[in-house]
């Protein structure tokens, strides 16, 4: 399925075939494609670049559509990897974490730092945070996948 160009945002650089490969929802996903283009918020004379998950309901393209700055889905692409990396490791705790230090890391980002942390404020936190480990248990294999092939472009790119 085409990627629309009319819209907003404006596509430079697509994956039209998003479906295919989209994790557990391969061959059976509303997001038919993904793209790098010019912002939908541009304003005259100020250009970003934005990274759009296109979503299609099979009648229409979706208000689902999702639209970031590409800095948040980097930042988005760190606060995964830190979790994971927590959750290695978070067996050694009662409740996957230490309820004395629910910080589990300050990540220095442009002259301040990122708090990644477990959400105390969820009252269904020790039941939650149960479900999220097995799930990304569960999904290890395919968000594995995917971090193998970033690490080597990153690598390529000499990151």
């Known amino acids: 399925m085409k990627i629309p160009t009319t819209l907003k945002h404006k596509p430079v650089i697509v994956t039209e075939n998003y479906e295919q490969v989209d994790g557990r929802f391969s061959n059976n996903s509303d997001a ?81 730092a990122m708090t990644v942390a477990v959400c105390t404020d969820n009252d269904k936190i020790n039941e939650d945070i149960k479900l999220f480990s097995q799930a990304l248990s569960d999904d290890g294999e395919m968000i594995g996948e995917r971090l193998r092939t970033l690490s080597r472009i990153l690598k390529e790119m000499g990151y």
């Not at 830190?82 to 300050?106: N, Q, S």
């Open 32 to 112: 038919k494609g993904l793209s790098l283009g010019l912002a939908q918020w541009n304003d005259r004379g100020k250009v970003d670049i934005s990274a759009k998950v296109w979503r299609y309901t099979g009648e229409k393209w979706s208000r689902q559509s999702e639209e970031l700055p590409l800095h948040r889905v980097l930042d988005l692409s760190i606060l995964i990897c830190r979790t994971m990396e927590h959750f290695r490791e978070a067996y050694r705790y009662d409740h996957l974490y230490d309820t004395e230090k629910p910080v589990i890391d300050r990540i220095g980002l442009q002259g301040d």
